[in-house]
Every structure is written in C-alpha cells, then in structure tokens.
C-alpha cells in the first residue's frame, strides 16, 4: 500500500501559547505530521505534546528559526486538538495527515535536515536514498516530503519552485506563516517517491521571495508494507540519509 498525503489542518500563529491546533480529516491509523516552527525557542510546558514523537531531538534550526517535526498515528476518527506552549517570541504550527504510512514502528524511512542562513536558494548537502533490499516495496510505494521554515516577519506566501534532485513532481501544500513577535512561517511540499535517491547537493530544493534564514527537512514515510514477500518473511527496506 502507497503512503499517500491525505489533507493538511488549518495552521495557527501566536505570541502565547496556541491551545486549538486541530487535525485535519482523518481516519484511524492515518499518519499526523506536526510542523512546528518558532524563533529558534523550545516550546514550553509539556514538550514533545502528548503522544507526538520528535523525528529527532536535534531539528533543524538557525539562530532566528528552528522547524520541529513530530509525528503521532490517528487512534481513532476524531482526533483531539494540540497544545503548542509559549516559546517565548512566536509559534507557528499545522499538521498534515498521511493515509497508507506503516501502521507499527517508526513510519520515517529516512530524514535530512539542514539550517541554511540568509540565502534565497537553499541547497542540502546531504542526499537521502531508498534502497528496497528484498524488492516487496515498490519504490512508488514511499512518500517524500520537503518541508522548510523562514525566520521574516512575513505572513507569506514566500516558497516557490519546488524541486527535488529529478526536478519534477512535487506538489506545495502549505506556504504561509505569522507576523506575531519575530515572524516565521513553514513551507511544505510532497510527492510520490518515482526514484530511489531525491536530495544529491544540486540543485536549490526551493526559492525563496526574500533574503531568509531557512531550517529544512526531506523526509522518506514507510509504507504499510505487504504481510509476507514471496519468500515468505516480511519485507525489509533499508535506508541511508
């Protein structure tokens, strides 16, 4: 089964805490992926939200922009909102939901983040690659996502010109941010994943309307895999980012 975006929520920006974050339409054992960008400030109070997973301890960030990205899977149809607390300057979130992630374990496959300071044309330097060992895994089957944060005092919209290392296909979904305290917004793109390797250091992976600092993400969803291959053992993909 492909993982497939489904639906992004309606994103919310505050110089206080934001206590009605709310998921968009979704189904149990449907993926939410929560964006959460501030000015390079940890939320306070309970921090990750309860039941939210960070991709890592160490998100991307630079010193006026930090974008945190956790995941949690939908336990029922009707989702309850999301508490983000004061980081001090500004927050800024929304989640996504992806149907057709893997339903146990970690559904990242693999992740990259890097920070990139004052440019309009962030390039990673890394590169992420699916290696589908047992061949039960389409790579069709995985879901890409390109996601960024700016550090302006700019509502947005700001990104344009998506592209991944094969240049086509990405579709933008979110690109829109607040103006409270410092400014920040988070720009967000997806696609299908038609090739095995999606960031190789060219070209710019965005452009961006205005001189900003920038924390990004490319991020690989594991799909729900088949119960047995034609070998009879489940299917076993590995990853190198």
């Known amino acids: 089964m492909a993982a497939n975006y489904q639906a992004l929520g309606t994103a919310q920006g505050s110089a206080g805490s934001i206590t009605t974050l709310a998921w968009p339409t979704h189904l149990t054992d449907d993926l939410g992926l929560l964006f959460v960008e501030t000015s390079n400030q940890t939320p306070g109070g309970t921090w990750p939200p309860t039941g939210w997973t ?6 991307a960030s630079t010193t006026n922009t930090v974008l945190y990205v956790l995941w949690q899977r939908a336990t029922s149809s009707a989702m309850g909102n999301v508490t ?33 300071s004052a440019t309009t044309a962030p390039q990673f330097s890394g ?3 699916i290696n589908n060992n047992d061949g039960t895994l389409n790579t069709s089957d995985f879901l890409y996502i390109l996601a960024a944060s700016w550090d302006l005092d700019n509502a947005g919209p700001l990104f344009s010109n998506w592209i991944d ?12 941010g ?3 305290g410092n400014g920040g917004g988070i720009g967000i793109a997806t696609k299908t994943a038609t090739n095995a390797t999606f960031i190789n250091g060219y070209p710019p992976f965005v452009t961006i309307s205005s001189t900003a600092d920038c924390a990004a993400w ?16 489940k299917s ?3 990853s190198s980012c």
Not at 54 to 59: N, Q
Not at 91 to 116: C, S, W
């Open 178 to 180: 607040t103006t409270q």
């Open 218 to 233: 490319a991020i690989i969803i594991q799909p729900e895999p088949p119960a047995l291959s034609s070998s009879g053992k």
């Open 54 to 59: 960070l991709i890592t301890s160490i998100p």
């Open 236 to 238: 076993a993909v590995a």
């Open 84 to 116: 983000i607390t004061d980081s001090g300057d500004h927050q800024y979130a929304v989640i996504m939901t992806i149907r057709g992630a893997a339903k146990t374990g970690d559904p990242i496959h693999t992740y990259l983040n890097e920070a990139f």
């Open 127 to 129: 590169s992420c690659t």
């Open 165 to 176: 290392y094969f240049s086509v296909g990405l579709q933008a979904r979110a690109d829109a």
